[in-house]
């Protein structure tokens, strides 16, 4: 069982930076790929950045290229999603999610594991 534990969100002004963190329990954790996704209220949790086991490959939707980076540090067992030029739009709840397998996916139903999710609020 693998548990992920996000951390980071807050309350910050448009056009401001936040960076979260997801701790895994599992060991190694570049065994398996990594996203992250969002959900708004009222609406469905969506894609927004992944990456592969080794780190080699990214992806992200089109709304955050440009502004979010996902990166992973096996070392410290944790994946970050460092978000700059933060938009009101990017309002939601972020969860980060794992699966065991070496690619990277933009698909919710292709991440076996979930966290609990940590609030982002972005001030006009």
């Known amino acids: 069982q693998v548990q992920l534990a996000e951390s980071g969100g807050g309350l910050v002004q448009a056009g401001g930076s936040l960076r979260l963190s997801c701790a895994a329990s599992v060991r190694p954790i570049n065994g398996y790929g990594m996203g992250w996704f969002r959900q708004a209220p009222g609406k469905e949790r969506d894609f927004v950045a992944a990456i592969s086991w080794a780190g080699s490959r990214t992806s992200y939707t089109d709304s955050v290229k440009g502004r979010f980076t996902i990166s992973r540090d096996s070392g410290k067992n944790t994946v970050y999603l460092q978000m700059n030029s933060l938009k009101p739009e990017d309002t939601a709840v972020y969860y980060c999610?794992?699966?065991?397998?070496?690619?990277?996916?933009?698909?919710?139903?292709?991440?076996?594991?979930w966290g609990q999710g940590t609030q982002v609020t972005v001030s006009s």
């Open positions: 999610a794992a699966r065991p397998y070496y690619d990277l996916s933009s698909q919710r139903s292709d991440y076996n594991y």
